[in-house]
């Protein structure tokens, strides 16, 4: 099943490609979330909502973000914050979640490992540099990735 967020509507107005999709396993037991171009908070704030809201999303799911597409971040200290506390208010996020955030730069590393350090008491988070290797940390494969995001 692959579910798309939506970015803001002027982007997709103007026919900008989506910074953010997300894709959800048929048990709702696995997130796997690709951003791309230019991220800004607004994306992932509605990410975020938009998780807590799903019906297919169970509680106590794994979560994949890649961000190793992303070309810039407009996204402050005050903005993970706000993320941070979006996923505490939510029900489906628990200790036995496992958040793996793939980068590909030393910005989005050290962006990541503070997001890290914020939600630390919430859920387990990994910031990882390759994506095989965050999936294994999942318990998942490249071919559930593939099977999740095929058309």
């Known amino acids: ?26 048990d709702g ?3 796997y979330a690709v951003a791309s171009g230019h991220l800004r908070a607004e994306e992932v704030l509605d990410y975020e909502t938009a998780i807590a809201t799903d019906d297919h999303v169970k509680p106590g799911f794994k979560e994949l973000v890649d961000v190793s597409g992303i070309t810039q971040a407009n996204i402050t200290d005050d903005d993970f914050r706000k993320i941070r506390d979006l996923m505490k208010a939510g029900d489906k996020r628990t200790p036995k979640n496992r958040l793996a955030i793939v980068v590909s730069k030393d910005s989005s590393f050290r962006n990541a490992r503070y997001f890290e350090q914020l939600v630390e008491s919430l859920i387990t ?27």
């Open 1 to 26: 099943m692959l579910i798309n967020y939506q970015p803001a509507i002027g982007d997709f107005l103007l026919g900008l490609p989506m910074p953010l999709t997300y894709s959800v396993s048929t």
């Open 29 to 31: 037991s696995f997130v």
């Open 125 to 151: 988070v990994i910031v990882f540099n390759n994506l095989q290797t965050a999936i294994i940390w999942l318990g998942r494969t490249e071919k559930d990735l593939k099977e999740m995001t095929a058309d």
